[in-house]
């Protein structure tokens, strides 16, 4: 009985752990050595459940190191295949705390639809499931095999192969395999297009925030740009009020003015009659 019980816990695979914090560890031959949260970790046979210490495997930097218990979070075994493959120590945490997620993905069925990310992190792609496994032999990361759909057909980087292994196929050029942080079921609820719509009017702000960086001066460009939208009779009658259209120079404009003057003059005199003395003077003379 203990004979098959030491050959059960021969072949216990390895525990997975996720580092919680950031942490400095002193190594005799590499001196300080600097692990990130999120860090995967892979637990080694000399060092199961000894102390407060295990000997483990940190698979981002290939390096054994003895961490303390306290700062590990064991990974469920059936969903460290698919935290292996993830390359953001960040999103590991995050799904780490989502099991239920990470579980629906696992059990998709071949030809299920998704949303794939293949850019940035607010495009995604429509796809199809294709393939759910390790890349290559020997290898227990889990990648999802999909085949782009629609507009992303053509953007992919193989025919369902990998490393002259084929895993599925497909039409040239739209095949990816990708990590569960990349891939979305596309099941459309209100929530999904809730985000959509979210995501497309943060990418539209962004666009526009960096046109208006372009066009002026940081922000001082962007809330002149706002003032003109919001004022634009007014600015008008402000340019029209300092900047006169020019009609003839000031000299011909006085001069003007003065023969107008002298010839209303002369109409006066012509005019008006005479008085009477005047006019007796003159019929004297």
Known sequence: M??????????????????????????QLDGTIKLLRGFICQEQEAGRSRGDSYWVKVLDNDLMLKIEKKFLLEVPSDLSGLLEAVSDPEARLKLLRDPGKLQTCASLPVDSPLWVQIGQQDELAQADLKYIGPRSRGSSAVYFGVQLKGSAAGKGSSNGSFKDQRLFSCPEACAL???????????WTRNNVQDAQERAKERDRHRSSHGNGQRGNGQHGNVQHNNERQHPQHQGRHISFHHPRPSSPPWV???????????????RTRSE?????????????
Request: hydrophobic share 30%; aromatic share 4%.
């Open 177 to 187: 395999f990708l990590p569960v942080s990349h891939v979305h079921i596309r099941t």
């Open 2 to 27: 203990s004979g098959a019980h030491e050959q059960t816990r021969k072949r216990r695979p390895p525990k997975m752990f996720l580092i919680s914090t950031d942490l400095k560890v002193q190594d």
């Open 273 to 285: 009659p005479l008085h009477p003395l005047l006019r007796s003077m003159w019929a004297r003379g």
């Open 253 to 267: 404009s006085s001069l003007g003015q003065q023969s107008q003057h002298q010839s209303r003059l002369r109409t």
